[in-house]
């Protein structure tokens, strides 16, 4: 018991030196739109309490630097972007979204399957604040 309590002191020190424990972001993925076509606006004009917004359009969306990643999934991959929004909008947006308490999710998915799967990427986010 002495040793699990010894262990759990050191750990307990160890933490409280690294006060401001941070991860660098990681670049891993980008996309670049193939379309001329602006799927990106969002108007609400009768300034709605509750909005939900979608917008989908074709990308290029390729991984960068994935260690092991599969050769069919390496280099461009011709792939669809959706974004959905929800939750509680107080003034109109054009082409900038910016609102606190927003809903979403945010996919690429490969317009190939590759193996049965066509999902290359898919974040879901809540209560977020989205900047355009």
Do not use: C
Request: hydrophobic residues 45%; glycine residues 6%.
């Amino acid at each position: 018991m002495k040793k699990v309590a010894l262990q759990i002191t050191i750990a307990a020190m160890v933490f409280a030196a690294l006060p401001n424990l941070s991860a660098a972001p990681i670049t891993f993925a980008q996309f670049t739109q193939t379309t001329a076509v602006n799927a990106w606006i969002w108007s609400n004009p009768a300034g709605l309490a509750n909005s939900t917004f979608t917008a989908t359009t074709n990308v290029t969306f390729e991984y960068l630097s994935v260690p092991g990643l599969p050769v069919d999934l390496q280099g461009p991959q011709q792939a669809v972007v959706t974004l959905t929004l929800s939750g509680l909008v107080t003034e109109s947006a054009h082409s900038n979204i910016v609102q606190p308490g927003l809903n979403g999710q945010l996919s690429f998915r490969r317009l190939a399957p590759y193996l049965g799967e066509d999902d290359l990427l898919t974040a879901t986010f809540t209560g977020a604040r989205t900047p355009g």
